[in-house]
Nanobody, 123 residues
Framework: QVQLVESGGGLVQAGGSLRLSCAASGRTFSRYHMGWFRQAPGKEREFVAAISWRSGSTSYADSVKGRFTISRDNAKNTLYLQMNSLKPEDTAVYYC????????????????WGPGNQVTVSS
């Protein structure tokens, strides 16, 4: 019941910053827990961060903790991922996802997915 599309990715130098956005359709956006995942070439899709729909509780992968911040603006139907101090190993296609489970850190725990957005960090 929700459609998602990511934006804001691109090419950035190591140490730089990017902010990803995920625009959601429909008035039910605020009722979903939201997550960010990423997938690098030849690797499995991995959890990055998640935020709950009611309290705004957050969860982060250890690899991004302290560098990335997940947030949401329910009035704008938008999810964000602020990425600072980017490293080459952050290079991946980033996906936003929506689901009803909390906490949720595995792809199969989410019900809806965006098409993905490329983030490339050069050294």
């Amino acid at each position: 019941q929700v459609q998602l599309v990511e934006s804001g990715g691109g090419l950035v130098q190591a140490g730089g910053s990017l902010r990803l956005s995920c625009a959601a359709s429909g008035r039910t956006f605020s009722r979903y827990h939201m997550g960010w995942f990423r997938q690098a070439p030849g690797k499995e899709r991995e959890f990055v961060a998640a935020i709950s729909w009611r309290s705004g509780s957050t969860s982060y992968a250890d690899s991004v903790k302290g560098r990335f911040t997940i947030s949401r603006d329910n009035a704008k139907n938008t999810l964000y991922l602020q990425m600072n101090s980017l490293k080459p190993e952050d290079t991946a296609v980033y996906y936003c996802a929506a689901g009803s489970k909390w906490p949720a850190r595995r792809p199969y725990e989410y019900d809806y997915w965006g098409p993905g957005n490329q983030v490339t960090v050069s050294s």
